[in-house]
């Protein structure tokens, strides 16, 4: 009986271990999320100041005297600005992309783990089993240490 009993409280101590660790990692992935979520904001925020400076560049560059600059536009250094613009926008959709990427890997991971863990509602009935199978463990080691002091005082 005590093996059983010790048998039953080892059981018992590694589905709390095993439960607190599911309660961890499923907390951990919710902060995971936010902090995606923010990283999302932000390189939406990046975007639209992209966006903000390639409309003030056009809009500047039609503004400007056409009569004043006359043959005299300096082409090369407006194509390098544009290309500096056209690569800061790439590094912006890339990062865009990175984080979709990163995003749905966490989504898939943690549809994952919610899948294969039981939901709480399920825990609710087994708590309730591993506390009364708890209570009667501690009854029967009562039970066995009583039985145990009542021989001991027979001899």
């Known amino acids: 009986i005590?093996?059983?009993?010790?048998?039953?409280q080892w059981e018992c101590e590694r589905l709390?271990?095993?439960?607190g660790g599911l309660l961890q990692?499923?907390?951990?992935k919710e902060k995971d999320t936010e902090a995606l979520?923010?990283?999302?904001?932000?390189?939406?925020?990046?975007?639209?100041?992209?966006?903000?400076?390639?409309?003030?560049v056009i809009w500047e560059s039609q503004k400007a005297d056409k009569a004043a600059l006359g043959t005299k536009v300096n082409c090369t250094q407006f194509e390098a600005c544009m290309e500096?613009?056209?690569g800061r926008m790439q590094e912006v959709l890339s990062r865009v992309s990175g984080q979709e990427?990163?995003?749905?890997?966490?989504?898939?991971?943690?549809?994952?783990?919610?899948?294969?863990?039981?939901?709480?509602l399920g825990l609710r009935p087994f708590q309730k089993?591993?506390?009364k199978t708890w209570k009667t463990i501690k009854e029967l080691k009562e039970g066995v240490k009583t039985e145990h002091d009542d021989t001991a005082g027979i001899e």
Do not use: G, N, P
Request: with cysteine; aromatic share 6%; hydrophobic share 35%.
């Open 101 to 120: 990427q990163c995003w749905h890997e966490m989504q898939k991971q943690l549809s994952d783990i919610m899948d294969s863990k039981l939901d709480r």
């Open 25 to 28: 990692d499923f907390q951990q």
């Open 84 to 86: 500096r613009l056209e």
């Open 129 to 131: 089993q591993v506390e």
């Open 37 to 56: 979520f923010q990283s999302l904001e932000e390189l939406k925020k990046d975007k639209a100041e992209e966006q903000y400076l390639l409309l003030t």
């Open 16 to 19: 709390s271990s095993v439960t």
């Open 2 to 8: 005590q093996d059983i009993v010790v048998r039953l």
